[in-house]
Structures are given as structure tokens and as C-alpha cells.
């Protein structure tokens, strides 16, 4: 049984940063690659970023360019999101989703189907 584990997030004002991380468990086996996507409240859940096993391909969503870092270890089997100069419409629940099958590069990060397992979710709300 594979758990992902999401922790971080919570409350920051506009300008600020703020880190989320995810963890998967029960297994020892790096994924392929891994996403963050988010919901607002309202809204359909979007793409933010996505990065490749060996972390040498990182995707990021326009909105989120040259703000939003994402970074692997996976020693940890962990992704991390660090979150700098945050606006109130980055407000939303952030989830992670790991494919630890076999992932193609020809294929499209941002497209959630494409995801096997997937994280409960942590808030991050920002501020004005």
C-alpha cells in the first residue's frame, strides 16, 4: 500500500514564502515523476509543477514561473514545493501526485490522469 504524505503550507502574506513537501510511504521506490497541482475554492484543481526522477526536467505552470521552485530527493522519496513572492490567488489547497510506474518523457505532466497516487491535500493561504 503506497501513502503519499503531504506537510507545510498554512498562512503568509502576499510577498512572502512558504514550503510544502510529500513523502511517499510504504514503498521504497522513487517515482518516475512527481506533481503538485492545487485547488481554489470554486475552481477546477490546475497544474503547478511537475519534475522528472532524476530532477534534471522541471515543468511549471505560467502563473507560477520564476516564483515556485520544485526539488526531489530521492533518497527521502520526497518532493518538495518552496514558494516565494506569493499572491492571494495562489490561495488554495495543494496537492501532490507521484507516478511510480514507468513515465515516458514524451508524455504530458500537467495532464492528472497521468498520476497514480495522490496526496489528502494541505492549505496554503495567502494573505493581502
Known amino acids: 500500500q503506497v501513502q503519499v504524505v503531504e506537510s507545510g503550507g498554512g498562512l503568509a502574506q502576499a510577498g512572502g514564502s512558504l514550503s510544502v513537501s510529500c513523502e511517499t510511504r510504504g514503498r521504497t521506490l522513487s517515482p518516475s515523476i512527481w506533481g503538485w497541482f492545487r485547488q481554489a475554492p470554486g475552481k477546477e484543481r490546475e497544474f503547478v509543477a511537475a519534475i522528472s526522477r532524476s530532477g534534471e526536467t522541471a515543468y511549471a505552470a505560467d502563473s507560477v514561473k520564476g516564483r515556485f521552485t520544485i526539488s526531489r530527493d530521492n533518497a527521502k522519496n520526497t518532493v518538495y514545493l518552496q514558494m516565494n513572492s506569493l499572491k492571494p490567488e495562489d490561495t488554495a489547497v495543494y496537492f501532490c501526485?507521484?507516478?511510480?510506474?514507468?513515465?515516458?518523457?514524451?508524455?504530458?505532466?500537467?495532464?492528472?490522469?497521468?498520476?497514480?497516487?495522490w496526496g489528502q491535500g494541505t492549505q496554503v493561504t495567502v494573505s493581502s
Open positions: 501526485a507521484a507516478r511510480l510506474s514507468y513515465y515516458s518523457g514524451s508524455r504530458d505532466p500537467q495532464n492528472q490522469s497521468e498520476y497514480e497516487y
